[in-house]
């Protein structure tokens, strides 16, 4: 799994941390609003996108929406998806199975 923190926009002083990243057991990219602490300090998470099994496929929605809300560096995309090609989707994983059984889905249907 891979895991970027990116710097909120200048105007979202309502958002504290934008994390996004590949999780290969979800097979899905991921992108996370935090919102800013609270009294306790305890971060609140706004937005979740990328947290079901293949969601999100592609580096470009991702990118877009984590552009609402955050500034994204010019090399992240590739980064992404170095992280995807290099730690790619494995149903036979012990995590990937895992997940499968939490979710109750059985690869080829069975």
């Not at 994390?19 to 097979?27: E, Q």
């Not at 899905?28 to 300090?41: E, L, N």
């Not at 090609?85 to 059985?106: E, G, N, T, Y």
Request: glycine share 8%.
């Amino acid at each position: 799994m891979s895991r970027y923190s990116l710097k909120p926009l200048p105007h979202r002083g309502d958002v504290f941390e934008v994390a996004v990243g590949w999780d290969p057991a979800l097979n899905t990219f991921f992108v996370i609003v935090f919102g800013v602490p609270d009294a306790v300090r305890e971060l609140e998470v706004r937005m979740w996108r990328g947290k079901n099994l293949g969601e999100i496929c592609t580096v470009e929605p991702l990118l877009a929406f984590a552009g609402q809300f955050a500034e994204i560096p010019s090399e992240l995309a590739a980064k992404l998806e170095r992280d995807r090609l290099i730690q790619p989707h494995c149903p036979a994983a012990p995590m990937s199975r895992l997940v499968a059984k939490i979710l109750h889905f059985a690869p080829n249907g069975g």
